[in-house]
């Protein structure tokens, strides 16, 4: 009887053994997948913040290419303005599939460009010096040409459109770099931050190409 207690008590400890082995094998699987799992930036991330606010910006700048492709018959102004349609176009797509990828919504009713606060890329002359994007009384962020400013696009053509154009649209691309800097300083998503790069990098040359047909004209 003895015997039989003993035998019984070893194939219970063994048992057991297993049981135990095979939890700590299960907590193993369960902690490397949710350390393996993608951790997507949050609500209010300057990830998040940077492609809801670009994408309005960038959207602009798309109509204003399109208005002006038909309102002047200049192959050179017509070529840039298609070239920043398509790419700014494009880069929206990009934008709104991040956020789609994140589970986040398109728009979160935060106050616009506050997510660039502390980055040093910013246009201080409305807040002090914070370090946040300064949106004018009318509500837009900077480099945002007014509803009546779009309406003279419309209505001007010619060397007159041109013009209009090509001033809106520097001070447009000015902004959307700083905008496009501060996103390379602050985010953590490394797709994020090479396209703000790019960004950066190619409305920096536009200006310029932009500054030299304007003195032009």
């Not at 070893?10 to 902690?31: D, E, M, P, Q, S």
């Not at 246009?123 to 002090?128: F, K, L, P, Y």
């Amino acid at each position: 009887m003895t015997l039989n207690l003993e035998a019984w008590q070893k194939r219970a400890l063994l048992v057991l053994g297993l049981i135990a082995v095979a939890g700590l094998f299960a907590l193993a699987f369960t902690a490397g997948r949710v350390a393996a799992a993608p951790q997507h930036p949050g609500n209010s991330s300057p990830d998040a913040g940077f492609a809801r606010d670009m994408q309005v910006h960038h959207s602009q700048a798309v109509e204003m290419s399109r208005i002006v492709r038909d309102q002047t018959d200049d192959v050179v102004i017509r070529t840039i303005a298609y070239d920043i349609a398509m790419t700014q176009q494009h880069q929206v797509g990009q934008m709104y599939a991040w956020l789609e990828e994140w589970g986040l919504p398109q728009s979160d009713g935060a106050e616009r460009m506050a997510w660039m606060s502390g980055s040093g890329h910013a246009h201080t002359e409305n807040d002090g010096g914070s370090g946040s994007g300064a949106i004018g009384a009318d509500g837009l962020m900077p480099g945002m040409a007014t509803d009546e400013e779009l309406a003279q696009l419309a209505e001007a053509t010619g060397e007159d459109a041109e013009r209009i154009y090509l001033e809106l649209m520097i001070d447009h691309h000015e902004a959307g770099a700083e905008m496009a800097l501060a996103a390379v300083d602050l985010v953590q998503e490394p797709d994020v931050r090479e396209l703000a790069r790019k960004m950066a990098e190619g409305q920096t040359v536009e200006i310029a190409e932009m500054e030299k047909l304007l003195a032009q004209l």
